[in-house]
């Protein structure tokens, strides 16, 4: 599970530029592709927009605003995050679900596609309709 960077935008950044420019965060996305396909697994890229660093890993709350200088921060549940471990956490979550439930890893705006909630997402019983004696 990776988290899809807009890392455009985080070039604007002139402090951050030079080092987010040596990472090459394309190339390391590309070899996990194709080391992904390799071994038959599924690389899932995690939505941009979702609120990783800001979601409470413990408790689902999600916290308000967060300047990037903010690099620990506690919840209203009393849990002390480091924002990275934080991010990554919910990442793993995020991932884990679109892996088990097929669920979105998009913030919810609403109703889902399906009208369902990935809580519960079993197919109709095989024998739903027939009359039980």
């Not at 998009?106 to 399906?114: E, F, I, M, V």
């Amino acid at each position: 599970m990776i988290e899809d960077l807009a890392v455009r935008n985080m070039m604007k950044n002139h402090r951050l530029a030079r080092a987010i420019s040596d990472a090459a965060w394309r190339q390391l996305r590309t070899m996990l592709e194709y080391k992904a396909a390799w071994h038959g697994r599924d690389l899932i890229v995690v939505d941009r927009w979702f609120p990783s660093t800001r979601l409470c890993s413990t408790c689902g709350a999600l916290a308000q605003r967060m300047p990037l200088d903010v690099r620990k921060w506690t919840c209203s549940c009393g849990s002390v995050h480091d924002r990275d471990v934080n991010a990554a956490r919910n990442i793993l979550a995020a991932g884990l679900a679109v892996t088990a439930c097929g669920d979105d890893v998009r913030p919810q705006r609403g109703t889902s596609r399906t009208g369902q909630s990935s809580a519960k997402q079993e197919p109709p019983r095989a024998t739903k309709g027939i009359p039980v004696h």
